[in-house]
């Protein structure tokens, strides 16, 4: 009896490996014949699922993006979770998740260079607001009481400060601990926190000159 092949698993194994395999060598030497090796195939085999290095990179951070958002979306029963845990899932903490994360910073340098890793990232981008948004919808009970605007600039603060944080420490991994890591979230989740209901008592009149005082000198997206 032939054996069955669950080719969707396959394809993620690759994918997985090749995640390894980049966040070990970097873009560039993580060839096909590379990957392949590491995963214990031919590279035969890895062109019966991908045609192009490029197409198993797109199917990584694919992965990697339905991966994180399992952890985000977990059930967290019937009280409200706790927002430095939950985005803890996003930081490189563990070995799997530093693995995701330097994985992430060696994609974000090949961006600038091609229209479509440019359009996937857009893509990805889109999807990555989307879920932080969930996570602070879920975790902050007063979140839907914010004005959109509000919601908006503290959504992408905390995006951008979760990307600079992973930035820094997938590239200097022995001054950032996970417990470090957490601490330095721990801050701009309560200022941003406490800015908003500030913000939302003071009304809309205040509210829109309070957001007229970062631009002058903050560079936050």
């Given amino acids: 009896m032939p054996k069955i092949v669950d080719h969707d698993q396959r394809r993620d ?4 490996v090749a995640c390894r395999v980049v966040a070990e060598y970097g873009f560039d030497q993580a060839t096909v014949v590379r ?4 995963a214990g195939y031919t590279t035969g085999m890895v062109a019966h699922y991908f045609d ?3 197409d198993i990179i797109i199917a990584a951070l694919r992965l990697i993006l339905r991966r994180i958002e399992e952890r985000l979306t977990r059930p ?3 009280t409200a979770p706790d927002l430095l845990l939950l985005l803890t899932e996003a930081l490189p903490v563990d070995e799997q998740r530093y693995t995701e994360c330097a994985f992430w910073i060696a994609f974000w340098g090949q961006v600038s260079a091609d229209k479509r890793l440019k359009r996937i990232n857009a893509w990805v981008h889109r999807e990555y607001m989307r879920l932080f948004e969930r996570c602070l919808a879920r975790a902050w009970p007063e979140w839907a009481q914010w004005a959109p605007s509000t919601r908006d600039q503290v959504l992408r603060s905390v995006v951008t400060f ?6 820094g420490a997938v590239v200097s991994r022995s001054d950032w601990p996970a417990e470090k890591q957490l601490e330095q979230l721990r801050l701009p989740l309560q200022l941003l926190r406490a800015w908003a209901t ?9 509210l829109r000159k309070s ?3 970062p631009a ?3 560079s936050a997206a």
């Fill in 13 to 16: 194994e690759i994918a997985l």
């Fill in 35 to 38: 990957i392949a090796r590491e």
């Fill in 52 to 54: 192009t290095k490029q």
């Fill in 76 to 78: 967290a029963g019937q």
């Fill in 162 to 167: 979760i990307n600079g944080l992973t930035a």
């Fill in 198 to 206: 500030s913000a939302a008592a003071a009304g809309p009149d205040k």
């Fill in 211 to 213: 957001h007229k005082t």
């Fill in 216 to 218: 002058s000198g903050s």
